[in-house]
């Protein structure tokens, strides 16, 4: 009862919490998803209105926090023997091959450069815990996640995008705390005012 009320997914998403942290809150307290804290909040309505943190990277070899508690490590574990096993057995198949080609230096091999993976905002990893969530308002204003993202300046690709894909509707629905659609809220950024009308160019004869 004590870790219920203390909605530690809520706290996840309101601090400068690693995104890994705030993943495994979503599969051992999934039931907060929807919960409101005492301020009528959800875990998304304060991820919305909460500033973009650095990404924490807690890797360190090839493990990661995330992986051990999910339980994605064994899979990891596995890959990598099957790699080590790939690059052991030329050598011994080779052993008594001529050594020309193994000694030639002059045209080392180059390293190929590792995609950079995008890293989720924490609104992108709630909603994939639970979608229903961008159409819950907020008790005290009315508003939606979505509304709640654009007014505190959220680009789109810092979860406004998620929200909108997670409830369309949004985005017609105006926001009653502005009393306008939300792609011209005051606050909103151009990008994302753009990638709105975008979406749905007909918001503009409303």
């Not at 590792?114 to 204003?141: C, G, N």
Request: charged share 20%.
């Amino acid at each position: 009862d004590l870790i219920y009320h203390s909605h530690v997914l809520h706290a996840a998403s309101t601090v400068d919490c690693p995104r890994a942290v705030v993943k495994i809150a979503t599969t051992l307290y999934r039931q907060q998803l929807k919960e409101c804290d005492k301020n009528g909040m959800t875990p998304l309505h304060i991820a919305a209105m909460a500033p973009i943190y650095q990404v924490r990277d807690l890797s360190d070899g090839g493990y990661t926090l995330e992986d051990q508690i999910l339980g994605d490590d064994a899979t990891a574990s596995n890959e990598s023997h099957a790699e080590d096993d790939h690059s052991t057995a030329p050598n011994q198949h080779n052993a008594d091959a001529a050594p020309a080609n193994a000694t030639d230096t002059t045209n080392p091999p180059q390293q190929q450069p590792q995609p950079q993976q995008k890293s989720e905002s924490v609104i992108d990893i709630l909603l994939s815990a639970d979608p229903e969530a961008a159409k819950i308002r907020y008790a005290k204003t009315g508003q939606l996640p979505l509304h709640m993202a654009i007014g505190s300046g959220k680009q789109w690709n810092e979860g406004t995008k998620q929200l909108w894909k997670s409830y369309p509707n949004a985005l017609t629905e105006v926001d009653p705390k502005t009393g306008l659609m939300p792609a011209f809220n005051p606050s909103a950024n151009i990008g994302t005012i753009y990638e709105l009308l975008r979406k749905d160019p007909s918001v503009v004869q409303f």
